[in-house]
Nanobody, 122 residues
Framework: QVQLIESGGGLVQAGGSLRLSCVAS????????MAWFRQAPGKEREFVAGINWSGAVTYYGDSIQGRFTISRDNAKNTVYLRINNLKSEDTAVYFCAAGDYLDISGPQYNYWGQGTQVTVSS
């Protein structure tokens, strides 16, 4: 089992920046691919970004416009999502996920956090 706890969300003005964190604990979290998804009210869950176990490979969702950066620090069992130039459409609950391999598909990930709310005010 792997437990994931997200933090760093909040209310931010448009144009601002945030760094979300996801701390993993439990069974060898360093070996897992990690990803961030988000879900806005009334919308389906969307893949935002993913990173392989070593941090050498990253994927970003098709709708992500280069304002997002995923990274990880295996010494701290933590994955980060940096979001710059926040826009109102970024308002969503952001979830951290862990899985055996890097993929854009949600069902591939075995473990999920509870999510952290990001609200962007215009």
């Amino acid at each position: 089992q792997v437990q994931l706890i997200e933090s760093g969300g909040g209310l931010v003005q448009a144009g601002g920046s945030l760094r979300l964190s996801c701390v993993a604990s439990g069974r060898t979290p360093k070996q897992y691919a990690m990803a961030w998804f988000r879900q806005a009210p009334g919308k389906e869950r969307e893949f935002v970004a993913g990173i392989n176990w070593s941090g050498a490979v990253t994927y970003y969702g098709d709708s992500i416009q280069g304002r997002f950066t995923i990274s990880r620090d295996n010494a701290k069992n933590t994955v980060y999502l940096r979001i710059n130039n926040l826009k109102s459409e970024d308002t969503a609950v952001y979830f951290c996920a862990a899985g055996d391999y890097l993929d854009i598909s949600g069902p591939q990930y075995n473990y999920w956090g509870q999510g952290t709310q990001v609200t962007v005010s215009s």
